[in-house]
């Protein structure tokens, strides 16, 4: 992943500190483990729309 972009989101502060406890657990950085969830959560929807596109 050596193209990157930055952005800035804002995020609940306690959101932010379940995310941080998380990815401390985990051995990554914020960003990383919010990256990892992003990559995730678009694999399940891929699924779930190539699903639903049958019907």
Sequence with gaps: MSDVSKTTINLPVDL???L???AIDE???LSGLI???I???MK???K???IS???
Excluded: A, C, L, P
């Design 16 to 18: 932010k500190k379940e």
């Design 39 to 41: 990559e995730e959560g």
């Design 27 to 29: 051995d990554t950085s």
């Design 53 to 55: 596109d049958g019907d």
């Design 48 to 50: 779930t729309n190539v």
């Design 35 to 37: 990256i990892k969830m």
């Design 20 to 22: 941080k406890k998380i």
């Design 44 to 46: 399940e929807r891929k």
